[in-house]
Nanobody, 122 residues
């Protein structure tokens, strides 16, 4: 069993930066791929970024490539999403997720955090 607690969201002006964190409990954290998704009002969950269990493979959605970076610190059982050059269209609730099979799709993950709100003003 893995519990995920996301944090770091907030209100920021366009062009600003935020770093989201997702702290995981459970000894098997190191075995899981980790992902970040976001959901804007009235929209489906959207893939943002993923990182494999060892941290040597990552993928980012085209919409955030070059601006967002996913990373993990297995010693701290934490995954991060560094978000730079934020745009108003990045406004959403951001969720972290963990799973053995996880990569691009919400349903591929087994555990999800509670979500943290990111609001980018123009």
């Amino acid at each position: 069993q893995v519990q995920l607690v996301g944090s770091g969201g907030g209100l920021v002006q366009a062009g600003g930066s935020l770093r989201l964190s997702c702290a995981a409990s459970g000894r098997t954290f190191r075995s899981y791929a980790m992902g970040w998704f976001r959901q804007a009002p009235g929209k489906e969950h959207e893939f943002v970024a993923a990182i494999n269990w060892s941290g040597d493979m990552t993928d980012h959605a085209d919409s955030v490539k070059g601006r967002f970076t996913i990373s993990r610190d297995s010693a701290r059982n934490t995954v991060y999403l560094q978000m730079n050059s934020l745009k108003p269209e990045d406004t959403a609730v951001y969720y972290c997720a963990a799973g053995f099979r996880g990569w691009h799709h919400w349903g591929e993950y087994d555990y999800w955090g509670q979500g943290t709100q990111v609001t980018v003003s123009s």
